[in-house]
T-cell receptor, first 113, second 114 residues
């Protein structure tokens, strides 16, 4: 079975509730941020991104909020469904002549019926 | 289907054995990456290739070598496997331009070194 994520912080929610997953990023020079979803046994999958000149971006059932003052990123999932159960990673892009994403450790989202 | 293909999906090695993990992308991306993922530690960059013909070390390069064979293929080699290299390995590629910095990941290679 999949062992990745065994020791990650876990957010448990009821199906239909809204979920908020938080992430603190490391570099004030980062100007692009991405949220990824990783289901058991699969590679990370792009969910939504945001640039540093924005503080909010909405997708389908997901919203990303960016607070540059405190270097904080959050992912909000509306009406959480069992299919949303996964590990969620934030990533920051630090410019310096090349593009290289730095990933957070991740948060496990467990959705209960 | 367009995307990143990794082979093999599973592998068990004995300590000291060597092997090469293969990765290919068909999206005409310039940049390719190799990450390892360990429990509770997120994704750590091993090596990357910003363009065909170039490779650079990432955060945890020791014990690995890479080859950017052409624009499509980026392989990761373990010359003498150690138990500490037991992990899940992901290859990713990235498009160019400010409109497309998101990575596309392969499905991973689960490596166990005994």
């Amino acid at each position: 079975g999949e062992s990745v994520g065994l020791h990650l912080p876990t957010l448990s929610v009821q199906e239909g509730d809204n979920s908020i997953i938080n992430c603190a990023y490391s570099n004030s020079a980062s100007d692009y941020f991405i949220w990824y979803k990783q289901e058991s046994g699969k590679g990370p999958q792009f969910i939504i991104d945001i640039r540093s000149n924005m503080d909010k971006r909405q997708g389908q059932r997901v919203t990303v909020l960016l607070n540059k003052t405190v270097k904080h990123l959050s992912l909000q999932i509306a009406a959480t469904q069992p299919g949303d159960s996964a590990v969620y990673f934030c990533a920051e892009n630090i410019f310096g002549g090349y593009n290289k994403l730095i990933f957070g450790a991740g948060t496990r989202l467990a959705v209960h019926p | 289907n367009a995307g990143v293909t990794q082979t093999p999906k599973f592998q068990v090695l004995k300590t000291g054995q060597s092997m090469t993990l293969q990765c290919a992308q068909d999206m005409n991306h310039n940049s390719m990456y190799w990450y390892r993922q360990d429990p509770g530690m997120g994704l750590r960059l091993i090596y990357y290739s910003a363009s065909e013909g170039t490779t650079d070390k990432g955060e945890v390069p020791n014990g690995y070598n890479v080859s950017r064979l052409n624009k499509r293929e980026f392989s990761l080699r373990l010359e003498s496997a150690a138990p500490s290299q037991t992990s899940v390995y992901f290859c990713a590629s990235q498009g160019t331009g400010r409109a497309n910095y998101g990575y596309t990941f392969g499905s991973g290679t689960r490596l166990t070194v005994v």
